[in-house]
């Protein structure tokens, strides 16, 4: 039992380093601005992505829906 929890608790680690499947041009901005992992988008407002090139309303969406499965939220505006 213990071996699962310490096992479910890595994942969940694992799970909130890893960015979702978005489009190309969405990871390239993002990569444009050393994001790699969803700790790292929290550092970013919705705007600030949003005004990223090749960033648009889709992948935010996909990202906001990741990150509250994580319990993550963007910074604040």
Known sequence: MKLEHVSNTLLKQVNKMELPKISKPALRALGSINVKTLEDVTKYSEAELLALHGFGPKA????????????LKFKEE
């Open 60 to 71: 935010i969406r996909i990202l906001k829906e990741v990150m509250e499965e994580q319990g």
